[in-house]
Nanobody, 121 residues
């Protein structure tokens, strides 16, 4: 069993910053992907940023230059530093972690519970 805990959301004014954290614990095998998605009301969940086991990062065009994803392998934790926030960044942010079991190659996909980010004056 794997437990995912997100934190760091909240209300911030335009131009402000927030840092999201997502920690995984439990029966974790090899993590090969950690990412953040967001979902605004009435819209589909979209990838915001991701980082793989080689530390390759990928960002949605809308957040490039403003958001930074990073990971702490020792803590099985992924972070999303969000700067220069805009009202259109308002959404529920979900952490996603993918693992693989060496030997069997079986893959697992885990989601956090979501954390609300609201950017408003």
């Amino acid at each position: 069993q794997v437990h995912i805990v997100e934190s760091g959301g909240g209300l911030v004014q335009p131009g402000g910053s927030l840092r999201l954290s997502c920690a995984a614990s439990g029966s974790i095998f090899s993590i090969y992907f950690m990412g953040w998605y967001h979902q605004a009301p009435g819209k589909q969940r979209e990838l915001v940023a991701s980082i793989n086991s080689d530390d390759y990062t990928n960002y949605a065009d809308s957040v490039k230059g403003r958001f930074t994803i990073s990971r702490d392998n020792a803590k099985n934790t992924v972070y999303l530093q969000m700067n220069s926030l805009k009202p259109e960044d308002t959404a529920v942010y979900y952490c996603n972690i993918k693992t693989v079991v060496g030997g069997t190659g079986k893959r697992y996909n885990y989601w956090g519970q979501g954390t609300q980010v609201t950017v408003s004056s």
